[in-house]
């Protein structure tokens, strides 16, 4: 589990440190940059897991990465603290502008400690400083932790940050038969989703992901993953109580809002669990009648990885509890965007019933700071 996020200068972020939870809601206004959280979570993974020279350009070039001020852009920094199966874990690096290359790394650092033993790493303009029996081929436009991530005193936190998802998933790209991938985890879009759930014990998914879609359709009763040549497609049983019969229908004939939140439960129950899953707005093209079984799921998906989400859905804020989740608020000035936990004078509006969480969203005082008396219904 992520248990501190620190960003710098990546895209519209200034210098934010987010510290979350088990279930963590990101909210703001629209261009308030709380995507860019999550970005920042792929560039990283990204970074390790294809190295960095394929993460800078699968965001768009250094120019797309770097926040500029003033026409002067500024050095990336992003650094994770986390909580592993086997110990804890710190890793971070920095990138900084060069008069005859895109980029360079200026430094990067990571440590992994399990039980008493801790291994340290650290590489500044070009020199390693680490265990001599670990030392990599350096670049300064590539990782160390991209070549060292084998070594079974890394491969804890290589794994955790290589394994750590952001979903954006678009009914279109599940909709298509899909060639078979043995990639996991599930890809951000849900390239491979069916895939994953046929590499899966159906014991693990099918009962799960059957009865939420029965209960978001009213019909549905069952779901299988079917081969047709070298593809792999899904099918869902209908019932059709009229005609006392039950028929299987493909992704075609079914709505984007249930293709969403097959491919958004398919995220949540795939095994192995990812540690952190960030999802994208999940409310979009799933009806306001499902968004409390979202909420059921996310909660439950909690207790197996991290979860963070951003949303621009009042009714899904109204179904948290405080209790269970963290709500965080984005704001930007001036292009800049900083990252704040809920306010305390909002938190005591919400207990005290005086406001819902939606109504706030709603109403934009999420973005500011309630008077204390009020929030304390004086």
Same mark, same amino acid.
């Given at each position: 589990?992520?248990?501190?996020?620190?960003?710098?200068?990546?895209?519209?972020?200034?210098?934010?440190?987010?510290?979350?939870?088990?279930?963590?809601?990101?909210?703001?206004?629209?261009?308030?940059?709380?995507?860019?959280?999550?970005?920042?979570?792929?560039?990283?993974?990204?970074?390790?897991?294809?190295?960095?020279?394929?993460?800078?350009?699968?965001?768009?070039?250094?120019?797309?990465?770097?926040?500029?001020?003033?026409?002067?852009?500024?050095?990336?920094?992003?650094?994770?603290?986390?909580?592993?199966?086997?110990?804890?874990?710190?890793?971070?690096?920095?990138?900084?502008?060069?008069?005859?290359?895109?980029?360079?790394?200026?430094?990067?650092?990571?440590?992994?400690?399990?039980?008493?033993?801790?291994?340290?790493?650290?590489?500044? @303009?070009?020199?390693?400083?680490?265990?001599?029996?670990?030392? %990599?081929?350096?670049?300064?436009?590539?990782?160390?932790?991209?070549?060292?991530?084998?070594?079974?005193?890394?491969?804890?936190?290589?794994? /955790?940050?290589?394994?750590?998802?952001?979903?954006?998933?678009?009914?279109?790209?599940?909709?298509?038969?899909?060639?078979?991938?043995?990639?996991? %985890?599930?890809?951000?879009?849900?390239?491979?989703?069916?895939?994953?759930?046929?590499?899966?014990?159906?014991?693990?998914?099918?009962?799960?992901?059957?009865?939420?879609?029965?209960?978001?359709?009213?019909?549905?009763?069952?779901?299988?993953?079917?081969?047709?040549?070298?593809?792999?497609?899904?099918?869902?049983? @209908?019932?059709?109580?009229?005609?006392?019969?039950?028929?299987?229908?493909?992704?075609?004939?079914?709505?984007?809002?249930?293709?969403?939140?097959?491919?958004?439960?398919?995220?949540?129950?795939?095994?192995?669990?990812?540690?952190?899953?960030?999802?994208?707005? %999940?409310?979009?093209?799933? @009806?306001?009648?499902?968004?409390?079984?979202?909420?059921?799921?996310?909660?439950?998906?909690?207790?197996?990885?991290?979860?963070?989400?951003?949303?621009?859905?009042?009714?899904?804020?109204?179904?948290?509890?405080?209790?269970?989740?963290?709500? /965080?608020?984005?704001?930007?000035?001036?292009?800049?965007?900083?990252?704040? %936990?809920?306010?305390?004078? @909002?938190?005591?509006?919400?207990?005290?019933?005086?406001?819902?969480?939606?109504?706030?969203?709603?109403?934009?005082?999420?973005?500011?700071?309630?008077?204390?008396?009020?929030?304390?219904?004086?």
């Amino acid at each position: 589990m992520i248990t501190k996020l620190s960003v710098s200068n990546f895209r519209s972020l200034g210098t934010v440190e987010f510290s979350p939870g088990a279930l963590n809601f990101i909210v703001g206004v629209n261009g308030s940059g709380k995507s860019n959280l999550l970005r920042a979570l792929t560039f990283m993974r990204e970074a390790v897991r294809i190295g960095l020279p394929g993460a800078v350009t699968s965001q768009g070039g250094i120019e797309s990465v770097r926040r500029h001020s003033g026409g002067h852009p500024r050095n990336v920094n992003i650094d994770i603290t986390a909580k592993l199966d086997s110990g804890t874990a710190n890793y971070g690096f920095e990138i900084t502008g060069d008069k005859n290359k895109e980029y360079r790394v200026k430094r990067e650092w990571g440590s992994v400690a399990a039980g008493e033993e801790r291994t340290r790493f650290r590489v500044e @303009h070009g020199r390693w400083d680490g265990p001599e029996n670990m030392r %990599p081929r350096l670049d300064e436009q590539s990782l160390a932790i991209t070549a060292i991530g084998g070594d079974a005193r890394i491969k804890p936190l290589w794994d /955790f940050l290589a394994n750590t998802m952001v979903y954006a998933i678009y009914p279109d790209v599940l909709r298509e038969p899909q060639k078979f991938s043995s990639e996991t %985890p599930m890809m951000p879009r849900g390239e491979n989703w069916l895939s994953i759930l046929h590499q899966q014990f159906e014991m693990d998914w099918k009962a799960d992901l059957v009865a939420a879609l029965g209960k978001l359709t009213g019909d549905i009763d069952d779901v299988r993953v079917t081969k047709t040549s070298s593809f792999l497609m899904a099918e869902f049983r @209908h019932e059709r109580p009229k005609k006392k019969a039950k028929k299987w229908f493909g992704t075609d004939l079914e709505s984007d809002g249930t293709l969403r939140v097959a491919g958004l439960l398919t995220a949540l129950l795939q095994l192995p669990a990812p540690p952190a899953i960030g999802i994208e707005e %999940p409310e979009l093209t799933v @009806h306001p009648g499902a968004l409390p079984l979202l909420y059921d799921y996310l909660l439950e998906a909690s207790e197996r990885s991290q979860i963070l989400v951003t949303t621009h859905s009042p009714l899904l804020l109204d179904y948290l509890d405080l209790k269970d989740a963290g709500v /965080f608020v984005t704001q930007r000035q001036e292009s800049v965007t900083t990252v704040t %936990p809920l306010s305390e004078s @909002h938190k005591n509006a919400v207990k005290k019933q005086l406001l819902t969480l939606g109504e706030l969203m709603i109403s934009g005082e999420l973005q500011l700071e309630l008077p204390i008396d009020g929030a304390h219904g004086s």
